[in-house]
């Protein structure tokens, strides 16, 4: 009895590859006992969510790339430049559900098929949260908290009206900053470690939606695959990571993920 996948694969078709990679990611999964997912801004990217570098080009805002703005630099130069910045965001991103990519991740984590299942993003969206998410690493912050400079305490940007820019800290009155991780700064040495563990431990790492570009959170891959994971990458483009992926899925996040992960 011939199955689609089967037919396509026998007649060579274009898809025939993208089939096979599926149909390994399928089994892979299947098998595994220890996941690390590590997703980028393309598992938000059917959400509505703009991502950084699709398509081979850079955001670019008011002129400036976004790796600019993004930046310990112009947090100390242009505070209210980087909270105009980081409110556009939180504007565009206030507008988006999770897709079936996050449902996915989400329910996959509480179905309790995997003896150890940790999620490590690099997205500050909390669209993963949003979908039910629990637990997990947000390695470069979240869009929807702010930081004080000189105390560091953490508030809700919900808890603060919309004009006051830059928010002032209630616990000592200094101006506070986006609670995310620049370009320049260092990421909280404590998520590093966890994230770094999970996969050096992990039988199976799987990455979705990144270019692999930004330090350190491309190490993850590097680190699972040195240590004898298995690592499949989800993405429609190729990218650095590609070359060192096992099993590399060409398609998007949200139409793949709900193909592999067990049901
Ligand atoms: C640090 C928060 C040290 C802010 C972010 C030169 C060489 C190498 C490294 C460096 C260098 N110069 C500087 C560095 C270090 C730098 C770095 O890596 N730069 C890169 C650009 C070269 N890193 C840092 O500065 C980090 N800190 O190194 O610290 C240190 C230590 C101690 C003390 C001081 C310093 C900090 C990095 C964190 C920066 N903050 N975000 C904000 O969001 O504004 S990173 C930012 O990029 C986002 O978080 C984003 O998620 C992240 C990574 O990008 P991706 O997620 O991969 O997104 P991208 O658009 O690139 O790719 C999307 C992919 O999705 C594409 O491949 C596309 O094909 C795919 N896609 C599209 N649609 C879909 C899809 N996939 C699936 N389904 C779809 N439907």
Redesign the pocket.
């Known amino acids: 009895m011939f199955s689609v996948a089967d037919t396509h694969r026998s007649l060579g078709g274009p898809n025939s590859e993208m089939i096979d990679q599926i149909e390994k990611g399928k089994s892979t999964l299947e098998r595994a006992r220890s996941v690390v997912v590590l997703t ?4 938000s ?2 959400s509505g969510v703009p ?4 398509g081979g080009t850079s955001t670019v805002w008011r002129g400036m790339p ?2 600019q703005l ?1 930046s310990a630099e112009m947090v100390q130069k242009d505070l209210p430049l980087v909270w105009e910045w980081f409110d556009y965001r939180r504007g565009v991103v206030a507008g988006c559900k999770p897709n079936p ?1 996050h449902e996915v991740i989400a329910d996959a984590q509480r179905s309790g098929k995997f003896d150890s299942f940790t999620l490590v993003t ?3 969206d909390g669209l993963h949260r949003a979908a039910g998410s629990t637990d997990f690493i947000e390695l ?2 979240n869009i929807n908290q702010a930081r004080c400079l000189s105390c560091a305490f953490v508030q809700d940007l919900g808890e603060i009206p919309d004009d006051e820019r830059p928010p002032v800290c209630p616990k000592c009155f200094d101006s506070m900053r986006p609670n ?8 909280d040495e404590d998520d590093l470690l966890i994230a770094y563990e999970s996969a050096a431990a992990c039988d199976v790492c799987l990455v ?10 491309n190490q993850i891959p590097a680190i699972a695959r040195r240590e004898g994971a298995t690592v499949i990458e ?4 190729e ?1 650095a990571l590609t070359s060192a992926a096992d099993i590399s899925i060409r398609g ?3 139409d793949i993920l709900p193909k592999i992960f067990p049901t």
Request: proline letters at 4%; a negative charge.
């Open positions: 980028g801004a393309g598992v990217a059917e991502t950084f570098r699709g976004f790796e993004s990519a690099q997205n500050i470069h912050g995310v991780v620049l370009f320049g700064e260092g990421l979705v939606g990144t270019s692999a570009l930004v330090y350190p959170a989800v993405n429609p483009e990218t998007a996040a949200g």
